[in-house]
């Protein structure tokens, strides 16, 4: 990347993170509902006999923290940041300049993106030393995890703003993806606790590589072929997000 593009990229960034800022819901979406969120998880946990599946509750909660981290500091805040900048015609102006449509939607995002990956790792660390979840044995697929969960929870609320009218139906749009990703990808509840083929479908979902990366970074507990068809299934809903972004994402006010 140039020193250009990384200077446009920086102004695009700051001017978004102002406007961020002032959007007092949005900001309390992000900051606190991934801080608050895992601890309503903990009495959940109690009901399942954890020992017996060789499960730590601080391991599960840290897991649960960096997942809502995802879905709320980042996918939820983004759609509502895509739309809301749409249907103020600022995308629009934006692609009247120099900056090309990959620069405008990086630059729209990289202030949250960053925003959850700094939540990300206070979360880890603060569950890591308050909750007994211990040191990650392979930090590198924590790493992995949280690399694939922030990229596609960009490209997915991207992709959620095209079907999203306005502001105020963002929320709506948003749920599917937030239901289906707390029940099925491991974050609300343990994916061991659920049926064995429902828990292989579970897999398959945007968010589930990301967050069993992220927990066998703490645990070490996926082999290598595990990993690999984690890191294949991560890499092909990142495709099919961002083919899916360059063909349907909308520039202008839907009327």
Known sequence: MNTVVTARLRALSRAELLLFGRNRSAVLTALLVPLALPVTVRPALDQFDLKEKGLNAG??????????????????SLVGAFVARREELVLKRLRTGELSDAE???????P???????????LAVGCAVLLDAGAPEAPYLTLLGLVFGLLLSAALAALTSAFTRTTESAQVTALPLLFVSL?????AMPADTLPHRVAKVCELLPLSPAVRL??????????AFQVLGAVATALAWTLVAVFAVRRWFRWEPRR
Not at 64 to 69: D, N, W
Not at 104 to 110: C, K
Not at 214 to 223: P, Q, Y
Request: hydrophobic fraction near 60%.
């Open 59 to 76: 391991t599960l909660m840290l897991t649960a923290a960096i997942g809502f981290s995802f879905l709320f500091a980042v996918y939820s």
């Open 104 to 110: 405008i939607l990086a630059g729209t995002a990289l």
């Open 112 to 122: 949250t993106v960053c925003l959850g990956l700094a939540q990300a790792l206070l």
């Open 183 to 187: 029940l099925g990808s491991g974050i």
């Open 214 to 223: 992220v927990r066998a970074g703490w645990t070490g507990e996926m082999s």
